[in-house]
């Protein structure tokens, strides 16, 4: 079996990637359908604030699941943190009409203010190792979407989508709302616990199986923990 740590390690094209998807102005490539337009980094700025008074961090889809929540194995300080989004703008004519393509790219949790030196595959409390070698480990979602929460108090953050979940399977032709915070008009929605003083941030998720990663500073303490999937349209 090969070292975990050495297999979770980044390769340079991929720590490349991670560290332009959070620069403004940075070119990530240009559109595989039109190799004249490139694909840009255009805004990378804080969506909001999440309380993680446990120190113990869930990266997972919120959405009622056959399975435990996905919590990292990596403690952080109890806290507050910032979470910070990067959108990419790809310009592409459909039907006549033009249209920016942004979306966003990137989120990371900003654990210290301080440069990335390394970045890792994040795993979690319960990976089997060798799905690790074989490139199969985050978080899995069929509903596009992700989220931060503190773990400690995961059932009572994601309780809004799981009665929202149980309304609409009663009752599938009426529209029901959820108890969430819509934030930069929807496309991020958060939930504030009260009760246990800590919060949960959704963010558009690929489908399928999400890397979490985990970018270190010099000293090997947690400067950021980011979900960047890779685009499928960039060449």
């Known amino acids: 079996m090969q070292d975990v740590r050495t297999v979770a390690e980044a390769g340079p094209e991929r720590s490349a990637y991670l560290e332009a998807v959070f620069t403004v102005g940075e070119r990530l490539g240009v ?3 039109d190799p004249q337009v490139p694909v840009a980094v255009v805004e990378v700025s804080v969506v909001a604030s999440i309380r993680l008074p446990s120190g113990r961090l869930v990266v997972d889809t919120p959405w009622p699941e056959d399975r435990a929540a996905r919590e990292l194995v990596e403690r952080i300080p109890a806290g507050t943190y910032e979470v910070e989004a990067a959108w990419i703008e790809a310009p592409y004519e459909f039907m006549g009409e033009q249209f920016d393509g942004r979306e966003c790219a990137a989120v990371r949790l900003r654990v210290r203010d301080k440069p990335v030196s390394a970045w890792e595959v994040a795993l979690g409390v319960d990976d089997d190792v060798e799905r690790l070698v074989l490139g199969e480990v985050g978080f899995w979602t069929d509903t596009a979407m992700g989220s931060f929460a503190d773990a400690a108090s995961w059932l009572a953050l994601t309780e809004p989508f799981g009665r929202f979940w149980e309304e ?45 990663w985990i970018g270190r500073t010099a000293s090997g303490q947690v400067a950021s923990v980011a979900v960047a999937p890779p685009l499928s349209w960039l060449a």
């Open 168 to 212: 609409c399977g009663r009752q599938p032709s009426v529209v029901v709302g959820r108890d969430t915070e819509g934030v930069r008009s929807g496309e991020f929605e958060k939930v504030t616990g009260d009760a246990c003083r800590a919060d949960l941030l959704t963010f558009p998720a690929e489908e399928g199986v999400t890397v979490v």
């Open 31 to 33: 559109r595989s359908d």
